[in-house]
């Protein structure tokens, strides 16, 4: 039996259906009927059909979900004079054959004895990250301004050690009980949280959407940064890793009002990378690409929606968020700010991730090599995988 004609399911991934011989005509039917095609799928085609039911906020619901597979095995296939040629061939930068899935390795006790401050951990990578670290022996200062958020953390691994906060990042008290839960030795800090803007480019941006994005992704990020560096210096020892976006390094990502201010997470990156390098510190950013969390974007305005668009059409697949494990050198550098959608494109969920955890753990001789004297991040081509 070939590959295309193997029985599909709810787990089968959406390229699996519609690369089926019955699978595709049913799915491409039914998205049809809602006045969708197939395209609409691309970034998500790596996830299995059944994870549409909660991506789609009940547009895609479990009933059609069961109603798919029925039809496929009942062998109701529609007729298509003409599938479209996105639909049946893959893109230039698709493998022709499916990635194999990617397996969770625990590090038992990596983290042991260590304090690491995660943000944004009800929900995401943030989540993951929180999870795999507690997992792996350390205490995790679990942040989120929804501390409703944070129970399913806490119960999910109940002999870890979870000290959950519901706090805001870019309040001055938030902060403060924060560094207080934490305790005085912080020997890492990961800085997850933020959110999306509308969308609209700069002649259409609101001064509410620009301060709102500015105060969680860029003035939160530096005060907890501010807030943590005062407890590592006088270790000589210590790691922040900052979250930014491929927003980061493209114009093509998003609005305005998010671009600039991953950009501005980058460029706080690299200068507190430089200055407090030669002291003992790790400073590093991540720009992943299109990763499915708790960010909701929106479109308000026609111009930034054609825009993007047309960006999203040749972006890398979303992909789900675990925890971040792409073998580099992050252990050893500081401002290596590394676009993981480059360098892993069409990768499946947990094979697309950064060593940037390894930052935390590394040998404490190493920690002098800076890369904020070199003006260029760290980038791969699609040709560079690892």
Not at 139 to 159: K, Q, S, Y
Not at 309 to 314: E, N, Q, T, W
Not at 347 to 373: C, D, K, V
């Amino acid at each position: 039996m070939t590959q295309n004609s193997a029985p599909l399911s709810a787990e089968s991934t959406i390229a699996e259906w519609l690369a089926h011989p019955a699978g595709g005509p049913v799915l491409r039917a039914a998205l049809a009927e809602s006045g969708q095609s197939a395209d609409a799928l691309r970034p998500v085609n790596t996830m299995p059909l059944e994870r549409l039911v909660e991506l789609s906020k009940g547009a895609f619901p479990a009933e059609l979900i069961t109603e798919l597979v029925r039809r496929v095995e009942a062998g109701e296939i529609p007729d298509e004079t003409a599938a479209p040629a996105s639909d049946t061939e893959p893109a230039a930068d698709q493998p022709t054959a499916p990635l194999p899935r990617w397996t969770e390795q625990i590090t038992p006790n990596r983290f042991a004895g260590k304090t690491i401050i995660v943000t944004g951990a009800g929900s995401g990578i943030g989540r993951a990250t929180a999870s795999r670290i507690a997992r792996e022996g350390g205490r995790v200062i679990a942040v989120d301004i929804a501390a409703d958020r944070l129970d399913g953390l806490v119960t999910e691994i109940p002999d870890a050690d979870i000290v959950a906060v519901g706090a805001d990042i870019a309040d001055d008290d938030g902060v403060a009980r924060i560094i207080d839960a934490a305790g005085d030795t912080i020997d890492g800090l990961a800085n997850i949280a933020g959110i999306m803007d509308d969308m609209t480019p700069v002649g259409e941006v609101t001064d509410a959407v620009w301060q709102r994005v500015f105060r969680v992704n860029v003035d939160g990020t530096m005060k907890l940064m501010r807030a943590v560096v005062p407890h590592m210096l006088p270790r000589a020892a210590g790691s922040i890793v900052n979250i930014a976006s491929e927003a980061g390094l493209r114009g093509s990502a998003a609005g305005a009002a998010y671009t600039a201010s991953k950009h501005a997470v980058i460029g706080l990156t690299k200068s507190s990378a430089y200055m407090y390098g030669p002291l003992g510190l790790r400073i590093n950013a991540v720009a992943p690409g299109g990763v499915i969390t708790n960010i909701e974007a929106r479109f308000a305005s026609p111009l930034g929606e054609a825009r993007m668009r047309r960006g999203m059409a040749i972006m890398t697949d979303a992909v789900e968020a675990p925890l971040w494990q792409h073998p580099s050198r992050s252990s050893s550098v500081t401002t290596a700010s590394t676009s993981m959608a480059s360098c892993c494109p069409r990768t499946a969920a947990g094979r697309l991730r950064s060593s940037w955890l390894r930052t935390f753990t590394s040998s404490p001789n190493r920690h002098r090599r800076h890369w904020a004297l070199r003006p260029k991040p760290t980038r791969r081509t699609q040709d560079s995988h690892p």
